[in-house]
């Protein structure tokens, strides 16, 4: 069966994503979800799940918890704030990213897979600075 994490869940509407270890995203409503993991389901929770062919593409069935993303105490989060010389590098990095997907759009091509690859862990980093 494949594995992946929760790429997004939105409890209220009832679906979201899941990333494949090795494949595209999957669509999964809560239907295919454990009683009650709807509630509880985070972005990066390692999940197991089987793949059906569904109107708009493939879809998750049966999905099956692995292991919970990690939460963290208030305590912890302060403690793992970045110092703003890092933050300042980052979010520097960030911009020069996104200057090249924006020049690659108005030339009328789409980021590539390697360029994604390297924005999205950089655009998630800055995210979790904010959450904290």
Do not use: C
Not at 23 to 32: L, N, S, T
Not at 75 to 95: D, G, H, S, T, Y
Not at 106 to 112: D, L, S, V
């Amino acid at each position: 069966m494949p594995t992946g994490k929760v790429k997004w869940f939105d409890a209220t509407k009832g679906f979201g994503f899941l990333s494949q270890d090795d494949g595209p995203d999957v669509y999964v409503h809560a239907d295919a979800l454990p009683e009650g993991a709807a509630k509880t389901l985070k972005a990066g929770t390692r999940v197991e799940f089987g793949i059906a062919q569904g109107r708009r593409g493939e879809q998750a069935l049966s999905v099956t918890v692995l292991e919970r993303s990690p939460s963290v105490s208030g305590r912890q989060r302060a403690a793992k704030r970045r110092k703003p010389e890092e933050m300042e590098l980052i979010v520097e990095n960030v911009i020069k990213l996104l200057d090249d997907i924006r020049d690659g759009y108005a030339q009328g091509r789409p980021p590539t897979r390697e360029l994604a690859k390297k924005v999205s862990p950089a655009l998630r980093q800055i995210a979790d600075e904010f959450e904290l």
